[in-house]
């Protein structure tokens, strides 16, 4: 039970006051991208939370088998980067071999889904935050929510940014990086800093 | 056939935007008239900075941005205003100005100005001061009833000084009654939506009963929650801009309940003593999704409907 | 400049040889001036990446170093020599290496190849300004996973010439770069006013995310602005 309530308390952490995306600025492009496509923003976002949840999963491993210092703490970026690809790899030659269907229906975002900085700062955000093994796997649940949340509210914003009302300078991308910034300030009233 | 498109609000004839713009001003104007008494000219003259500079930030925008300038757009008057309100009795003028300035140039214009912007323009303002200057946004002369819960202390002040605005805390915020009134005079006038800001305070109330800050009894939370804050000034004039706030009739309910809950919630967990203008800007981004939500689910039940029949 | 098809439909062999016989005279300058083609192009590729079309501002890619990491100009020094030394060799090999990898393994591939020039990259950045790692923090170790190395390289480099992909790659490090130091060099000066006037906020405001990305937005209209005044034919890319 208390394993469940830590679980779940991290994952309204990493939506709110701990979001990675609006307070620690990692994982736009990927939002920008998933927000683009909104028809497959909700299997986008499934596919970050479940390498997020890999990524954090192998974070725990490494910290658990791997020596602290040495040559393991100069490597760890590396180790987790080859981790992160081989976990894709993993899954893309899976899906390919036995499910291909399912394959060519995820394929256009597939890598972008697994290879970005949400998912590769998972084992990093382990050190830096001093999480268990069950308040990681809540925070890797509750950045795949948080990811899900912003690509579903900047796909809405983001058919308005085009009116001819607009200046034309900013309509597209520049209105963009506004709303997501002032969205960014709104959960500023939760931290009131950085996260990092 | 001639098909003419229209842009938010959507109301019914132009000369509405302009008369319920003209209330707003109204009703704004009225808040000030209490907090004059109390501190001075000081806070109309604050007013006066707060509206002119969001003027003319408006006229420098649409100079860059090559519109045509019209002065009588009173939606930057009512932003002025609403972050005038929202400004401590002794604040330095420049305070309300940096704000309206970043309100107009950063969350007004590039979004097209008055119809097009995703968020209320006053929030924005005020959350960008309060994260730059938080000393300044909440100086008073003594502690506000928002710091004592937010310090889990029960506020000194009595509830019947906190309906006339007696206690420390934003210019325009403070009155209870006076901003009751000034509700009441918008929902008559349709200019604002009075389902909003109903299920907004219905569940702020619901949430401060269930969930005291400080250990009193449940009616006793709710009295200082509501009263504290900007919590109704909140409910009345920013969770009702009909331009972010939700177009369907039930997503406004469902975007007033939820409100209430993120202000709380904010309140409890937040950094700062006043969260409104942050809650406003949460619920502004939601509003599009209540709206997709709402219409989807009312289109299921049609269809539903129809395959009975 | 992307790659050709190596099989041609040819023309019989006489044909051939008597064009190529009355060419002959004039090999040199046609040489020369697809040599100057090449480098005319490279050049528009290379000043596209800077400015039209800018990776980050125009783009959307490699935002976290600018908007969570770039408050400082020690930051962004140091971000910019890891982008420096890790883009075009990632770049490079991807190219090389062409279509030889299935598509599906490229990213893993670009991936790894990322991380491992960044332990040189870091290892320079600790010679040359030492504890800037320590200043960058996550972000440092987080560039491997820098979109603008793992787009340019996974989907420019392996369809393009080896000049074109090292124009892409130096352009699109220039452009982030320069983008990341425009945008420090505002945050620092903001913070500095703000110290003058005797900040009270809890940490240095202009160092928020929110800070960085309003900037950026304001930044990406101006170049929006300038692309709009550029005639048609200059906006088009080989």
Known sequence: MQTLAQMMLYAVLAVTSENLIFTGGIGFSRVLRAARRPKTALAYSGLVCAFTLASAALGIWFGRTAPAGGWAAAARPVLFACGTAAVYLAAAFVWRTWWPKFYKKVEPFLSSSAINSVVLSMPFLRRVFFLGPWQMIGYALGTGAAFLFASAALSQAMGRMRNPDMPQAFQGLPAVFLYVGILSLAFFGFTGGRLF | MMIRTKTAPFLRTEESVGSMMRDMLLALAALLILPTVHYGVSVLKLAAVSVAACMLAEIAGCLVAKREINISELSPMVTGMVIAAMMPPGAPYWLPAAAGVFAVLAARIPFGSTGHTPFNPAAAGLAFATAFWPGEMFRYAQQSPAAALKAGLKPEAVPSEMLWGLTAGPVGTTAALVIAACGLFLFVRRAANWQIPFWFLVSAAVFAALFPRILVPPFTSVKYEMLSGSLLFCAVFMMTDPVTAPRTVSGGALYGLLGGIVLMLMRRFGVYEQSASFTVLLMNAAAPLIDGAVCSLQAERRRGREKEE | ?238
Not at chain 3, 87 to 98: A, E, N
Not at chain 3, 141 to 157: E, F, G, H, W
Not at chain 3, 211 to 232: W, Y
């Open chain 3, 1 to 238: 400049m992307k790659k050709r098809n190596k099989r041609r439909a040819g023309a019989p062999a006489a044909a051939k040889r008597e064009k190529s016989q009355s060419r002959k005279p004039k090999a040199l300058p046609a040489k020369r001036a697809g040599r100057k083609k090449l480098l005319r192009q490279a050049g528009t590729i290379l000043v596209n990446g800077v400015i039209f079309k800018n990776p980050v501002v125009i783009g959307a890619l490699g935002l976290f170093p600018v908007v969570a990491a770039g408050d400082c100009m020690e930051n962004a020094w140091a971000l910019s020599l890891l982008m420096l030394v890790m883009m075009t060799p990632v770049c490079l090999i991807s190219g090389w290496l062409g279509e030889k990898v299935p598509v599906w393994v490229r990213p893993a591939l670009v991936l790894v190849l990322s991380a491992l020039f960044y332990l040189p990259a870091s290892r320079l950045l600790d010679v040359v300004m030492p504890g800037a790692s320590l200043g960058l923090g996550i972000y440092g170790p987080l560039m491997i996973a820098n979109s603008i190395i793992l787009s340019r390289a996974n989907d420019y480099a392996p369809n393009h010439l080896t000049p074109a992909v090292l124009a892409d790659s130096l352009g699109c490090t220039a452009g982030f770069c320069a983008v990341l130091l425009i945008v420090s060099a505002l945050r620092a000066g903001w913070a500095h006013s703000l110290s003058r006037m005797g900040n009270t906020a809890l940490q240095n405001p202009a160092s928020y995310p929110f800070a960085g990305l309003i900037l950026l937005g304001f930044l990406s209209a101006l170049i929006q602005f300038v692309n709009h005044k550029r005639p048609e034919e200059r906006k088009a890319t080989p």
